[in-house]
């Protein structure tokens, strides 16, 4: 039975830092992901329009399924806004979470800053 928004067990990462590092390992490992894989094509036009940096928060759950995409800031530009939310969900399903993260949420939420320049860098 999946899990609700008020009793899945949530790890909230918003910055590269944290004492527990198989959270580290699988966020730096699922941002490398969409930096690999992402063609820029999807917001090149869209990314030269004046734009602030995004601020987006995914939520992954422990099978790698993405639970919610929420932009803790906007671009400002809809198509950013859009291309993002396109990204995130065509790369998914993301990898499944190892097995000593998976005993310890159900889900974990990554925030990261969105840069458009000659690729798409996760900050």
Known sequence: ????????????????????TDLILY???WAR????????????????????????????RSDGSVENVTFVSSSGVAAIDEGIERIVRSQ??????PPALARQYDVVEIRRTWHFDVAVRLY
């Open 1 to 20: 039975m999946p899990y609700s928004l008020s009793t899945a067990r949530r790890a909230r990462l918003f910055g590269r830092s944290d004492p527990n």
């Open 92 to 97: 998914a399903s993301y990898p499944a979470f």
């Open 27 to 29: 966020a730096e490992a």
């Open 33 to 60: 992901k969409i930096q690999m894989n992402m063609t820029i094509e999807l917001v090149r036009e869209a990314a030269k329009q004046p734009h602030t940096q995004p601020v987006v928060t995914v939520a992954i």
